[in-house]
């Protein structure tokens, strides 16, 4: 057993309160991406935590020392699949205010490449799940292979590979999308 | 890796912005979590004690004392943390400051944690 386990309740408090602190905005952002809107981002991330609460112990226990946001990312992308199969609903077909979000890049050039910016948004909701969300641990939460790999409960290797996969399917579509741009609002 | 596939992966990047929670969701999941720790305290509060001469239902305190010890004491942290800007913008100096803190502390633990 690691040295560094909680020994007492308030060691364990503290160490949740760590986590929380340190990854609420990762657990949002993951919510968000894959949802769509902030109203069911919000109720996910707080299943997430619930959950997390819950089981907390164990998970410390069982990590060996490993960080603990790939556990909160895979709590996080269950709940999701438990959503969308209780909901008997996909994913919205785009995010709700991508606009908003591009709108946060503030240098000339990014203002000028807003539209392939929402383009890619709009691509990423088209992707199949398991390539969707290698893409938003990637590239919104900053996660590395070994940590998309824990998430998704796969190897490395298959992780690199969907991560490779996901990328040239996803300039496929934007490409597509934008040689006919009327093709790519009617998918 | 090409260039081509490096710009894109840079767009990518910035498309995928990480999204900082609405203000409201952190109060709004602390509340949560302090009605689940309420919920399991006033379990076992409501719980008869002829009922726990049944083996069978022992289960059901045992968790509920598990969530409420550990959900509490993280709440007190929690919320006391919380409303540190608060108090440090209140307060006339350190000393202030520190006692506070105290107070908070001493406020939410009693609040969260009643019977304890």
Partial sequence: MPDDLPKTKSELDARFTELYR???????SYSYYRVGNHHDAEDLTEQTFLQAYRHF???LRESNGRPLRPWL????????????????????????DADTIS?????????????ELKSILDGVQQLPDDRREALIMRFALGMDNREIARALGRTDGATKVLLHRAVRQLEGIVAETAADPVAGESS | MSSGTTDFEALLREALTPVDPPADL???????????????????DAWELSAMRDPR???????????????????????????????KQQSSGLMDLAERTMHDVADEARRILPHR
Wanted: aromatic share 4%; proline share 2%; no cysteine.
């Fill in chain 2, 26 to 44: 952190v109060a709004r999941l602390e509340l949560t979590l302090v009605n689940l720790t309420e919920l399991a305290q006033e379990e076992l």
């Fill in chain 1, 57 to 59: 112990e164990r998970a």
């Fill in chain 1, 73 to 96: 990312i895979r709590i996080a992308h269950n709940l999701a699949a438990n959503f969308y199969r209780d909901r008997s609903r996909k994913p919205e077909s785009a995010i709700e």
């Fill in chain 1, 103 to 115: 709108t946060t890049h503030t240098t000339e050039s990014l203002v000028e490449g807003r539209e």
């Fill in chain 2, 57 to 87: 239902n022992w289960v059901r305190p045992a968790a509920a004392a598990v969530v409420g010890v550990t959900a509490g004491t993280a709440l007190v942290a929690l919320r006391v943390r919380s409303r540190h800007r608060v108090r």
């Fill in chain 1, 22 to 28: 340190a990854h609420l905005r990762d657990v949002y």
